[in-house]
């Protein structure tokens, strides 16, 4: 038998059948692991499965040697005429179709984050537009907010909701226990600011600005004061390229730098290790 493992059981099983080079329903497929998207990103599992041929005649290639592709190397391209032939070869002998749904284009939830206060490389996003009343809007977002948290077990005050901006709706967390919201390294807050902007951006149309227990304001004020030598040291040199920034601290320093240098390209780049940074260099000169 051999093992595949991908995101889910429809990948999986695109990579049995494209080794194999036959239909789904000539295998035994026996599943070790079910996939699982986990919480948050957190205990994310991937499919895992073992594949054997059914017992079955099997023809022989002409030059006697069987043709093996490694699944790591599998391109998606072979994989889908591969699926697509054994598709059309099982409708004449009337079996199931196995049917391969197309991933959805839905932002991943470090895009979304990534959108609190402006796209990577979208710099020349249209103004948004609020179709309803401020007024209307900050009611409405306070009383469900303030439904859904006086459920839990957290003592916290009445949450506040305000227009921060035009384009932005501030909601700030206070009281005695906010602060568990915030958890380790800020994981649970993060966490809230995916459900609240997930929300408030698809009703609205609008951005979140979101405060506990003053996490923004003192994460605001750390990167701004390792940001003064080095918007000294750009005003010299023209260029810089900040030190990885994690979570919501690349953001503050993206909106901080392009404040400061509106005619220069600050953008936030990705290093081969996933970590990300911002890199301020000459208008349209993209060079990381």
Known sequence: MKQFEAQGLEEVYELATAEFECSITDLYIEIIQQPSKGFFGLFKKKAIIKVSLKDRPIEKPRNNTFSKTKASTIKIADVSSKIEAVSKKEKS???????????????????????????????????????????DIINEVKIKVNELFAHTCYDINEINVDFYD????????????????????????????????????????????????????????????????????????????????????????LKKLRDEFPDKYVAVKTNVKGDKYVLVNEYKSKNA
């Open 93 to 135: 002998f009337n079996t199931k179709k196995v049917k391969i749904t197309p991933k959805s284009n839905i932002s991943s939830k470090e895009e979304i984050f990534d959108n609190f206060y402006s796209k990577d490389e979208n710099e020349e996003l249209s103004k948004l537009i609020v179709k309803k009343d401020k007024e």
């Open 166 to 253: 035009e384009e932005t709706l501030y909601i700030e967390f206070s009281g005695e226990d906010c602060a568990l919201l915030i958890g380790k390294e800020g994981y649970r807050y993060k966490a809230l600011s995916y459900i609240l902007f997930n929300w408030i951006n698809e009703k609205y149309s609008l951005m979140l600005r979101l405060e506990v227990a003053q996490f923004l304001k003192n994460q605001e004020e750390s990167i701004y004061n390792y940001l003064n030598p080095v918007i000294v040291t750009i005003k010299e040199t023209g260029t810089f390229k900040t030190k990885p920034l994690d979570g919501i601290l690349v953001h503050i320093a």
